[in-house]
């Protein structure tokens, strides 16, 4: 089951520009992480988030669970082209049925 | 060697084939995890091994076979398997469960033609 959406789904910018994604479900969770995966990688953990209203910053990267705890989103100041990769946003419910990722995001950012 | 491993990072087989993916963890995580992913679909949990307990997504079929012998390895065993299961493999590692932090591998890129 498809439990949460991503926003955009592709997204490709300049070098410099500020960016945001967006992580929304209609249920709440109990966290939240977000993951960068690279081509013919795995993902790697960015972050998780755990309380409602939580902002988390690393670096250039600033992630915020909203207060139901329903959504998320992933703000990036002054892009590089080493941000290029599909974010994921990931949400833990109370089984593991219910663990769920969003179909992604594909940053591209151009030099 | 750290974090978790996966081999073969590619492989091909015929349809009528039986193949083997593995998976090592070395880092004392005490759930480990197979997901399919496949062009323009959301990661798609297959199976869950936690504390020995295995969880299993009721759709996938049964030609894709998990063993875990202990915390540290995670087979998923491939038996005549279908064009349509060509997809990247990851196996992830989790200490806890339930949205806990992930630890992936780096997948291995199945083909089956």
């Known amino acids: 089951t498809q439990l949460l959406e991503q926003s955009p789904q592709f997204l490709s910018i300049q070098e410099g520009e500020n960016l945001t994604v967006y992580c929304n479900s209609s249920s709440v969770f109990s966290s939240l992480q977000w993951y960068r995966q690279e081509p013919g990688e795995g993902p790697v953990l960015l972050v998780t988030?755990?309380?409602?209203?939580e902002v988390k910053k690393l670096k250039r990267l600033t992630f915020q669970f909203g207060d139901a705890r329903k959504d998320s989103s992933l703000h990036i100041t002054a892009a590089q082209p080493g941000d290029t990769g599909l974010y994921l946003c990931h949400a833990g419910g109370t089984s593991y049925g219910k663990l769920t990722f969003g179909q992604g995001t594909i940053l591209t950012v151009h030099p | 060697e750290t974090g978790v491993t996966q081999t073969p990072r590619h492989l091909v087989m015929g349809m009528t084939n039986k193949k083997s993916l593995k998976c090592e963890q070395h880092?004392?995580?005490?759930?480990m995890y197979w997901y399919k992913q496949s062009a323009k679909k959301p990661l798609e949990l297959m199976f869950v091994y936690s504390l020995e307990e295995r969880v299993e997504n009721n759709s996938v079929p049964s030609r894709f076979s998990p063993e875990c012998p202990n915390s540290s390895h995670l087979f998923l065993h491939l038996h005549t398997l279908q064009p349509e299961d060509s997809a990247l493999y990851l196996c992830?590692?989790?200490?806890?469960?339930?949205?806990?932090?992930?630890?992936f591998g780096s997948g291995t890129r199945l083909t089956v033609v």
């Open positions: 992830a590692s989790s200490q806890g469960g339930q949205g806990y932090g992930y630890t």
């Open positions: 988030v755990v309380t409602g209203g």
């Open positions: 880092l004392g995580h005490n759930a």
